[in-house]
């Protein structure tokens, strides 16, 4: 089915409410803020902007079900998850053109986020029956140990707005499979995609209470009090490390159990031996993906000197080549940033870059006219001192700096107190596996850009956060252990 871009019904279908006990619900006061247009600037549409107390609702709604929903049958929330993911992929034209319209990627990439979110939902569908424990006997035989797995108990969700369903998806996905319940709060940029995610997970058959939505432009306000209250059992966290070391320390208080998916400052390092072909497709991939806009993205190159102009030439030829425009528009394939602070951000970055003497290969300028558009960019001579090497881009700008020898560059790509990911390029097996393990960072990708995939272990080191999601320990995250230790007596 295609989806008429020019009469955008998908904004028009999606519920504008708070999603709390099953039920769609104003905010308090009748509250509503405005989600826009990331390509004009201009508004899509008004939604509920949840109070304080709203937030209180949602939770109290997320507990009074959690018993219930512990002791449903595995295979049936699988099911319900089966349905979700089928649910999802017959939408895929309607979610990505809503994501396209709230977010701003462009719609191909768009369809690419639907399928991967709803890996999500299909992965964990097969590990909710999965769930098992254990059973021994004590070294000195006199006692068993029966271990088995119970869910956490009630969630908070915080998602980000850089993909504003798969963010969803992957923590629902585990925290449904595990038999928790759950209050999900997405970023105000994009809320749209996930109030349709209550609708679809609604007609799958998840039961009211399960998850509840919560939209609020006063984030602190509503998610702190939750934190402290005491009933919140896990927190699931995506975004910046600023917000996430806030967090943490209100979990502290009330010792609640986090998974952190916090920032990166990826190095993207191509050898002298490297396939050069092989290394600009993954810089392609690992720079523009999401316009930038990833905590996975190829922040710092490292281009060893003897292949750094070659290498830069040919990357930047098939930079200056994309099309950016509005992401509904098929023809291009560079959309807007997500708003003006993100993409003044990216100009800050490139002319403190420029003025420590870096050179503009493509790009560099950001267009006149409405939408916060910003050209693919290739930046060569990027001084290791310039601000984006410490920084998170989040943006189509790419920073090529030389490096000599495998100590040093290794020492270079450590030398961040974040360690999401490195991208490693390169023909020798030894150097490849001698990397991988030198790196500190959480997944490498070897001779690839892409290291997503719902079936497996996402998560970093450092400051890039605490805790995986996907593969088989995604849904660790939402179980715990519990013991029952069986005496077993001798015959008298
Ligand atoms: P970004 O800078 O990419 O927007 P943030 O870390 O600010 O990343 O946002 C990620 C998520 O955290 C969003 O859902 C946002 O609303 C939420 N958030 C921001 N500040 C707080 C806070 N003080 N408490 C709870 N959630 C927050």
């Known amino acids: 089915m295609t989806v008429d871009v020019t009469r955008p019904d998908v904004v028009t279908d999606v519920p504008k409410q708070l999603f709390i006990g099953g039920a769609w619900t104003d905010a308090t006061g009748g509250r509503t803020f405005a989600v826009d247009d990331p390509a004009t600037g201009d508004v899509l549409c008004e939604i509920a902007d949840a109070a304080p107390a709203d937030g209180r609702r949602a ?36 979610l990505a053109l809503l994501m396209t319209l709230e977010m701003g990627k462009p719609l191909k990439e768009a369809r690419g986020e639907v399928a991967y979110a709803a890996e999500f939902f299909r992965w964990f569908s097969e590990e909710a029956v999965r769930i098992d424990g254990g059973f021994s006997t004590t070294p000195d035989g006199a006692n068993r140990i029966l271990v088995m797995r119970r869910p956490v108990g009630p969630c908070l969700l915080i998602t980000p707005w850089n993909f504003p369903l798969a963010m969803g998806t992957r923590k629902i996905g585990p925290a449904v499979a595990a038999g928790c319940t759950m209050v999900l709060k997405p970023a105000p940029q994009t809320p749209l995609s996930t109030l349709a995610l209550a609708g ?29 209250g005491g009933e919140v059992r896990k927190l699931s966290f995506t975004g910046s490390t600023q917000v996430g070391r806030i967090l943490l320390a209100q979990c502290a208080d009330t010792v609640v ?9 990826a190095p993207f390092i191509v050898f002298d031996d490297a396939d050069l072909d092989v290394a600009v497709d993954g810089a392609m991939t690992a720079k523009m993906r999401n316009m ?27 930079m200056a080549a994309l099309t950016v425009g509005p992401g509904t528009d098929p023809g291009s394939d560079v959309g807007p940033l997500i708003d003006a602070a993100g993409r003044g951000k990216v100009e800050e970055l490139v002319e403190d870059a420029l003025r420590r003497d870096a050179k503009v290969v493509t790009g560099g300028t950001a267009p006149d006219g409405p939408g916060y558009f910003y050209p693919p960019t290739v930046l060569t001579d990027v ?14 700008v790419a920073a090529i700096t030389t490096f000599e020898d495998e100590d040093e560059v290794v020492r270079a790509a450590n030398d961040t107190e974040w360690g999401l990911v490195g991208y490693l390029f390169t023909r020798d097996v030894d150097r490849a596996l001698r990397i991988s393990e030198r790196l500190e960072v959480g997944m490498v990708g070897l001779n690839t850009g892409l290291v997503s995939n719902p079936a497996a272990p996402f998560g970093g080191v450092k400051q890039s956060g605490l805790g995986r ?22 015959r008298t």
Request: glycine share 8%.
């Open 383 to 396: 001084s290791r001192d310039a601000a984006l090497m410490r920084t998170e881009i989040f943006g189509p």
């Open 59 to 94: 939770l109290k709604a997320a507990v009074a079900v959690q018993e219930e929903w512990a002791a449903t049958a595995p295979r049936a929330r699988s099911e319900i998850l089966r349905r979700a993911y089928e649910i999802i992929l017959a939408r895929t034209d309607e």
């Open 200 to 228: 679809i997970l609604t007609e799958a058959g998840l039961p009211p209470g399960v998850l509840n939505v919560v939209t609020t432009t006063d984030a602190g306000a509503v998610v702190e009090p939750l934190l402290r």
């Open 257 to 265: 159990r986090t998974s952190m998916e916090l920032g990166g400052n």
């Open 469 to 490: 999601e996907g593969g088989r320990v995604g849904i660790e995250e939402f179980l715990e252990y519990k013991y029952v230790a069986i005496p077993v007596r001798n």
């Open 292 to 318: 930038g806009e990833a905590c996975t993205a190829a922040n710092r190159m490292f281009v060893h000197r003897t292949v750094a102009d070659a290498f830069a030439a040919r990357f930047a030829e098939r």
